[in-house]
């Protein structure tokens, strides 16, 4: 009988070895390979590029965003709009609310705007290089640098999801992130909202301000779909466009 339990005891322990050792080569397999998907093309801007050219700082800083950015597309964007902006000075404040307009009435995820501010970024801005094709190659990594790193931390952390959310420290650490968050979204509404309505920055653009408040007072008395306000701003504006140039 004793003989018989040590080997039991023996072969639990060689199963939680074997599992524990493919935990870890799983870990460092998707860690490997993601890091191989980023410096490939990365990599390659640079060699090509040079450490100092535009494509190769767009694909550095949205790698930066994504790594280390919480909250989703409003937070994320929320520190986009000010760096890209006020920093590196790729894109212009009432450009930046134009990109942000254009993502809200596409299909797909309101971050591929990113997408839009690494076109204009890079758009003119690398030599020897059309604008249009500086534009495209901006885009692309763009998109790239800022979806790989959101596939690690998914296939790194989707085992060990129902364990994390039962820790007590890590609950109450995302906690302290979504409060985080509601600031960041915050500030990126006012930043919205004051560059949609004062673009110059002196006087407010009152066909913004009456758009505005129609969609606001609609959605709040009626279940009006978002669509429908969207459809509505895209052909009121149409609209102002043509009497403008009529």
Same mark, same amino acid.
């Given at each position: 009988m004793a003989s018989g339990s040590g080997a039991s005891t023996d072969d639990?322990?060689?199963?939680?070895? %074997? %599992?524990?050792?493919?935990?870890?080569r799983r870990i460092?397999?998707?860690?490997?390979?993601?890091v191989a998907l980023w410096i490939v093309p990365v990599g390659g801007i640079a060699v090509w590029r040079g450490p100092d050219d535009i494509l190769t700082?767009?694909?550095?800083?949205?790698?930066?965003?994504?790594?280390?950015?919480?909250?989703?597309?409003?937070?994320?964007?929320?520190?986009?709009?000010?760096?890209?902006?006020?920093?590196?000075?790729?894109?212009d404040a009432p450009r930046m609310v134009q990109?942000?307009?254009?993502?809200?009435?596409t299909p797909g995820p309101l971050i591929m705007v990113t997408q839009f501010v690494g076109f204009v970024a890079a758009y003119g801005r690398a030599p020897g290089l059309t604008p249009l094709t500086a534009g495209v190659l901006g885009g692309l990594l763009t998109t790239w640098c800022t979806f790989l790193p959101c596939f690690l931390f998914v296939l790194l952390g989707a085992p060990f999801v129902e364990r994390l959310a039962e820790n007590p420290n890590i609950s109450a650490a995302f906690g302290g992130i979504t409060c985080a968050v509601v600031g960041a979204i915050a500030n990126l509404s006012i930043y919205t909202t004051w560059h949609t309505i004062w673009p110059t920055g002196n006087d407010p653009d009152w066909f913004a301000v009456t758009v505005a408040v129609i969609a606001f007072v609609s959605m709040r008395r009626s279940s009006m779909p978002v669509y429908v306000m969207?459809?509505?701003? %895209?052909?009121?504006?149409?609209?102002?466009?043509v009497i403008r140039n009529v």
């Open positions: 639990a322990s060689s199963e939680r070895s %074997a %599992a524990v050792h493919n935990s870890q460092w397999g998707i860690i490997g390979g993601t700082t767009i694909a550095l800083f949205f790698t930066r965003v994504s790594f280390f950015t919480f909250g989703g597309a409003y937070a994320v964007l929320s520190h986009v709009a000010e760096v890209a902006v006020n920093d590196y000075q790729w894109i990109g942000l307009g254009l993502a809200e009435t969207t459809l509505f701003g %895209a052909l009121a504006g149409a609209l102002l466009s």
